[in-house]
């Protein structure tokens, strides 16, 4: 699969009022930022839960040029149809480039690993 | 990890008034039949979409002893903690043993994945 390079990924999660919940997208964040630093990814809620994508693109750093929002979805629905390009749109800059990307869930490597899950249960080694 | 050996795994998503939004999961499970057999496996939603997890669990066949219930989800909220473990636990009977596992997405195999995803979008290679 082609993959771009960006100066910056922001991981955004639907969000929720359950405190506990939003843990695991934490965790995946504080890997990604311990391995790359924290100028080079973010973590944004689509709703519920603080802080917002559009909070988020507004304080990154001025020398980020190339943003990937990579959703922590396994599906597309109609959040990230509608709601979440449009709010994209609008928070596009001449000096910023903003790029939604597909579902994490969908990228290959991540289906790979899911039917190796359901391998491993069923007892299956491949 | 550890891993136990099920007789059957059944794949748990959300669901959705979406048609579109379930295809990755059925896909899932598509991949899942086809290398395991339809004997093995099924797809379930925990509302909105058909067929449910009662329906499933009433459905498998008299063969099936062991069943582990595996929520395709990346974190645990409300669902989680209480319908389904209440569900899990009225449809299990003396013959048939039924686990509720760890959402998918809290699997070392998954988070590595989306590690590496992160990784290659930001022009990193491992």
């Known amino acids: 699969m082609l993959r771009k390079e960006y100066d ?14 939003k843990k695991p997208f934490e965790s995946l964040y504080d890997r990604a930022i311990s391995r790359f630093g924290a100028e080079r990814s973010s973590l944004a809620y689509m709703e519920l839960t603080e802080p917002s994508l ?8 001025k020398h980020v ?7 922590l979805f396994f599906a597309v629905g109609r959040h990230l149809r509608h709601d979440v390009p449009a709010q994209i749109e609008s928070l596009k800059r001449d000096d910023l480039e903003i790029e939604l990307l597909s ?14 899950v359901i391998a491993h ?3 299956q080694n491949n």
């Open 8 to 21: 910056h990924i922001i991981l955004l999660a639907h969000g929720s009022p359950d405190p506990t919940w």
């Open 54 to 61: 559009e909070y988020v693109v507004q304080h990154l750093d």
């Open 65 to 71: 040029k190339k943003v990937a929002v990579l959703p």
């Open 103 to 116: 579902p994490i869930g969908e990228d290959d490597i991540v289906k790979q690993a899911m039917d190796q």
């Open 121 to 123: 249960h069923l007892g």
